[in-house]
């Protein structure tokens, strides 16, 4: 199977506080084992390197640490997807169409990336909010 990552997944998965740590680790460790196709968009790199970086845990797992559980944890085995300028630009044009605004332009980057990716499932913690951007992908997206 083709799993997309959401950066919300990704994220709770390498924090064991999060508390939606339980659900998203098993779905990591498959990817990172190989069990299923793991996918993640270029952005999400620097996305969960900047959630992970700045994330509220005592101690602080400060920025070494956060680029070294993107390195070992996605970028050692995930297929990286990146968008093309024209990729771009087709979801601004999307979201002016549709009339969003504001943040929801990330989101409609990864389901871009998902769509690109030709992924079976759009795993994430935010189901909403992708559906807003991808209502046709009502069948792929999902929670873990």
Do not use: C
């Amino acid at each position: 199977m083709r799993v997309f990552f959401d950066t919300s997944v990704l994220v709770a998965a390498m924090i064991q506080s999060h508390p939606q740590h339980e659900l998203a680790f098993p779905w990591l460790d498959r990817g990172r084992r190989g069990a299923l196709t793991f996918l993640v968009a270029a952005h999400s790199l620097v996305e969960v390197y900047a959630v992970l970086s700045s994330y509220p845990t005592r101690p602080r797992l400060g920025p070494s640490l956060a680029a070294r559980l993107v390195r070992e944890n996605v970028q050692a085995s995930a297929r990286v997807v990146a968008l093309s300028a024209r990729d771009y630009g087709a979801v601004i044009q999307q979201m002016a169409e549709a009339g969003l605004a504001g943040a929801v332009v990330y989101d409609a980057l990864l389901a871009r990336a998902a769509q690109k990716a030709e992924a079976e499932r759009l795993l994430t913690l935010n189901p909403r909010d992708f559906l807003r951007v991808w209502p046709e992908g009502a069948s792929v997206v999902g929670g873990p």
